[in-house]
């Protein structure tokens, strides 16, 4: 910076100095102002009081007319319940030694369920629902408007005995709506049963139907959520007629127009269902699997209609069954009846379809609960049933395994067709020679199937048995703590892409000696009938098969798995037992002799050698025509 700059700046300084210096008021002239400025305070704090006082003048008339707005408002949107629009929630218990059941005020409503004799996996009480989870109420139509009765305060009433509880809307003219409980000194069943009086003076009275709707998400309850969320599914029956659910694996929802008698809510091994006394009209359905959430399975939710008359004084009449998928328990609730009456909660137990079904409900189950009767553990009694099911099977083993033995002393005959007719070309040859040697030696190649054929149905049913009885779950035995769910003796934690998702992020041993004791039965069989050798293919499969059944049945009950280990290792034993008492040299003896001896040749083999004639007439005529 120059010189002459810095004394321009200097100059400038000393102007605005004595500038201010010059017009700065005197002593009388800042007096005068502040006497100004007190004066306009004062004035304007008065006239602050001033509207302090109206305003207070005014408060009492505005909160009346906010209270007045605020009943015109509730009388305009309940109309006639109104007064029960607002109030205080109370919660009133029921209890047996089955259940423990909670409703509230709130709703006129059971707001949670509670099984006292069964915990869940990690030993807490089974909470079917709580209010959280579960709702239901009725829709009355009056006036215009729609009224949930799940938004109303009911006047609550227990009787003395402490068994039946009435929540009730008294109405100022006279006219009254009551949900009426009714739980039992035992047992599942809650009955909800409605009263009302002069309700033609509150609804419409060419009213024909009362809306209803229940909603619930389904509570995990078993340490496997895949298998749980596999068996867990929204069953409804029609009226007079079968059961049926909607999906098991996805969301599905479905329309009904025809009667429905109950709508179910089912778990694995728990339900909640709504039986109507007389019918319910209709329904809309909806079920939708929450696979992202820990604590629930699946959302259900019904909207359906139900018979109704204002002007009687008993309106329409339902029952909750709240309880577990006990067959016996379920089938007592329809003894006496007629079959059109009966409920058919059986129903929501899936025990295979008609002829497996029947196996299990004619057979299976009645061994089972017979057993249960006189042993505690249910190890022991599915190793008694086995026991019992294979002793009333072994004439069938016994043949099949005769048939087995014939064929297996014939194998060097057979060899020596195959020396004789070797080849692809002279395969129709060498299968009619086969069927000759059969023919004549009074072998039938299908009698060691047909038994095997006849035990497949049984194995089956125990596959739908096993992961449905709920007297399993809970139940140790050995190192499994739950035979309803897997034995899991190696577990992780890392999500395994095709490995998780299908097989699961353990190893259950049951499922593994079930296995290993398969591929010895196996190899067995093989080597006993010289399968391997004649379809090196079809051994291979042989073992693919339980090496199969290893990821099918990892995240099944331990209990099925102990069932087909048992039973898989008494075979091998009654195999062993017969090879040792069949004297194969004898048998072998008994077949030249048949063969010496002129015989007919029975239905089958005279269609299998008909039938061999016209394949090779046909493979014939086709080499004739490649020929030219």
């Not at 309700?199 to 009362?210: A, Q």
């Not at 194969?584 to 010496?596: F, G, H, S, T």
Request: with cysteine.
């Amino acid at each position: 910076m120059d010189r002459n700059t810095i004394i321009g700046f200097l100059l400038m300084a000393l102007v605005l100095f004595g500038y201010t210096w010059y017009m700065q008021p005197s002593p009388e002239q800042k007096a005068a102002m502040q006497r100004y400025q007190d004066s306009l305070l004062q004035v304007e704090n008065t006239r602050l009081a001033e509207i302090n006082n109206v305003e207070t003048a005014a408060t009492d008339p505005v909160e009346e007319m906010t209270v007045d707005e605020h009943t015109l408002r509730l009388r305009n949107e309940y109309v006639d319940f109104a007064p029960f629009a607002e109030g205080e929630e109370k919660t009133i218990t029921l209890s047996n030694p089955q259940v423990t059941l909670t409703f509230s005020t709130h709703g006129g409503r059971l707001t949670q369920a509670i099984l006292n004799e069964y915990n869940t996996y990690d030993s807490l009480p089974v909470m079917l629902f709580n209010s959280e989870n579960n709702a239901y109420g009725f829709i009355f139509k009056a006036q215009g408007r729609t009224i949930n009765t799940a938004d109303l305060y009911f006047v609550p009433e227990l009787s003395t005995d402490n068994r039946t509880l009435s929540m009730k809307l008294p109405f100022e003219n006279g006219s009254s709506f009551e949900v009426r409980y009714t739980l039992p000194e035992e047992g599942y069943m809650l009955d909800m049963k409605i009263y009302q009086n002069g309700m033609e003076n509150i609804l419409p009275r060419n009213t024909v139907d009362l809306d209803m709707y229940w909603s619930q998400m389904l509570r995990r309850q078993e340490r496997g959520r895949m298998f749980e969320e596999r068996n867990s599914a929204l069953y409804y029956k029609f009226v007079g007629s079968d059961v049926e659910r909607l999906s098991e694996t996805k969301d599905e929802h479905e329309s009904i127009t025809t009667g429905l008698k109950w709508i179910g809510f089912k778990n694995q091994f728990f339900s909640s269902v709504l039986i109507a006394d007389r019918k319910l009209n209709g329904a809309r359905l909806e079920s939708t699997v929450l696979p992202e959430d820990n604590t629930y399975l699946k959302s259900y939710k019904a909207e359906t209609t139900v018979d109704y008359d204002p002007m009687s004084t008993e309106g329409p009449a339902f029952r909750f069954f709240l309880g577990p998928n006990l067959y016996p328990l379920l089938k007592s609730y329809d003894k006496g009846l007629d079959s059109d009456d009966k409920l058919q909660l059986p129903k929501l137990i899936p025990l295979g379809y008609k002829f497996f079904r029947w196996i299990n409900t004619g057979i299976i189950i009645p061994i089972f609960t017979f057993l249960g009767k006189y042993f505690t553990n249910y190890g022991v009694i599915i190793l008694l049933m086995t026991l019992i099911i294979k002793a009333v099977l072994m004439p069938l083993t016994f043949k099949s395994y005769m048939s087995s033995a014939r064929m297996r002393v014939l194998k060097p005959q057979m060899e020596e067709i195959n020396a004789k007719y070797p080849g692809q070309d002279k395969a129709m040859d060498r299968q009619r020679a086969t069927m000759e040697l059969y023919s004549n030696a009074g072998v039938n190649p299908m009698s060691g199937c047909l038994p095997l054929l006849l035990q497949m149905p049984i194995l089956l049913a125990m596959f739908a048995f096993f992961p449905s009885s709920i007297e399993l779950r809970q139940q140790p035995f050995l190192w499994a703590d739950d035979l309803s769910s897997y034995d899991a003796i190696f577990t992780w934690d890392a999500y395994i892409p095709l490995i998780t998702p299908y097989f699961g992020n353990h190893i259950s041993l049951f499922c593994l000696l079930m296995t290993i004791t398969n591929i010895l039965y196996t190899k067995i069989n093989m080597d006993s009938t010289g399968g391997g050798q004649q379809m090196p293919g079809m051994k291979l499969m042989m073992y693919l098969m339980p090496l199969m059944f290893l990821f099918i049945f990892n995240n099944y009950a331990s209990g099925l798995s102990y069932y087909y280990f048992v039973s898989l290792l008494i075979t091998i034993i009654q195999t062993y037992i017969f090879r040792k008492c069949i004297n194969e040299e004898k048998v072998l003896a008994k077949l030249k002799e048949n063969q010496k001896k002129p015989r007919k040749k029975s239905g089958f083999m005279a269609r299998l050698e008909e039938a061999q004639r016209q394949q090779q007439a046909a493979l014939k005529r086709q080499q004739q025509q490649r020929r030219r």
